[in-house]
Nanobody, 118 residues
């Protein structure tokens, strides 16, 4: 059974940082790409970042480019999203998923809430 456990969310002031973690079981990052998504209140879920399984290429939505960094520790089977210079617009529930950066995400974590105050 595949399980993804996202954690690390919280309340932070604008300009602050948080690191989200996604602990995986039943699946390895050697077999799947890692994706981070978020859903702001009243908005549709959007893709934030993706790390390819094939060559480790990383992709970011333009609004977080240069501020967020996706990474993984395959030995720990844990993925991370380092978020710096946070803005109120980054507020939302953040989800991790494994699948393909082309858009196929069969497995999802439960989400962790990030709130950025101004």
């Amino acid at each position: 059974e595949v399980q993804l456990q996202a954690s690390g969310g919280g309340l932070v002031q604008a300009g602050g940082s948080l690191r989200l973690s996604c602990a995986a079981s039943g699946v390895t990052f050697d077999d799947y790409a890692i994706g981070w998504f978020r859903q702001a209140p009243g908005k549709a879920r959007e893709g934030v970042s993706c790390k390819s399984k094939s060559d480790g290429s990383t992709y970011y939505v333009p609004s977080v480019e240069g501020r967020f960094t996706i990474s993984s520790d395959n030995a720990k089977n844990t993925a991370y999203l380092q978020m710096n210079s946070l803005k109120p617009g980054d507020t939302g529930v953040y989800y991790c998923a494994v699948g393909s950066c082309s858009g196929y995400w069969p497995y999802w974590g439960q989400g962790t809430l990030v709130t950025v105050s101004s």
